[in-house]
């Protein structure tokens, strides 16, 4: 089992639908979560970190169960510009080396 | 400007014969890594470097070097490239801590026949 899974999708939305990506870990000592974007062929970007409380920026909200080890990002009043891929990133406590999901990809279609 | 730089952005090559692959960061973090890219597999880290000096092992190591004599610095050498080491390389940086952000560099690409 990988150490973090994404639902590699293709999402196909239309502009302006809300979308939900879920992201589970295995490991219950991850203490950091990210959401990345990369867009093709580009590299990864920060988009946003998640804490425990759950995060808001914008038009993205994150999410964090540590109970059942998953975080979550919805994206509402998707635009063109949302279409990449989105990476679920945990670190382990302790530790300096991220784990990266194999992303999750949207289209947004006019 | 900030940034991670890489080197060659493309390379094809042959089994066999030696390539190294530079990265560079001018923010002065402490920590780099080299992750390669496999459809469907994500990100894997390679090896990582708390420092100067101090180097470490990540998922999938077999077949690199790496070396860090100076901070910005951290190159990725393959000494023997085999086809199974066909990929899309990023080299990143973050400061000292677990919850920093990650810099990537732009990519590159490698194709070994």
């Known amino acids: 089992r990988k150490e973090v899974e994404q639902d590699p999708g293709p999402f196909n939305v239309p502009e302006g639908a809300t979308v939900a990506f879920n992201c589970t870990y295995s490991?219950?000592?991850?203490?950091?979560f990210f959401w990345y974007r990369q867009d093709c062929r580009k590299e990864p970007k920060l988009l946003m970190s998640?804490?425990?409380s759950g995060n808001e920026d914008g038009r993205f909200t994150a999410q964090l169960n540590r109970a059942s080890q998953y975080i979550s990002l919805l994206i509402r009043d998707s635009k063109l510009s949302d279409s990449a891929t989105y990476l679920c990133?945990?670190?382990?406590?302790?530790?300096?080396?991220?784990?990266f999901g194999a992303g999750t990809r949207l289209t947004v279609k006019p | 400007e900030a940034q991670v730089t890489q080197n060659p952005r493309y390379l094809i090559t042959v089994t066999g014969k030696k390539l190294t692959v530079t990265c560079s960061q001018n923010?002065?973090?402490?920590?780099m890594s080299w992750y390669r890219q496999d459809p469907g597999l994500g990100l894997r880290q390679i090896y990582y470097?708390?420092?100067?000096?101090?180097?470490d092992k990540g998922d999938v190591p077999e077949g690199y070097k790496v070396s860090r004599k100076e901070k910005r610095n951290f190159p990725l050498i393959l000494e023997s490239p085999s086809p199974n080491q066909t990929s899309l390389y990023f080299c990143?940086?973050?400061?000292?801590?677990?919850?920093?952000?990650?810099?990537f560099g732009p990519g590159t690409r490698l194709t070994v026949t």
């Open positions: 990133v945990v670190n382990r406590r302790g530790h300096n080396d991220m784990r």
């Open positions: 923010m002065n973090h402490e920590y």
């Open positions: 490991n219950s000592a991850s203490q950091s």
């Open positions: 470097s708390m420092n100067v000096e101090v180097t």
């Open positions: 998640v804490y425990s």
């Open positions: 990143a940086s973050f400061p000292t801590g677990s919850g920093s952000e990650q810099y």
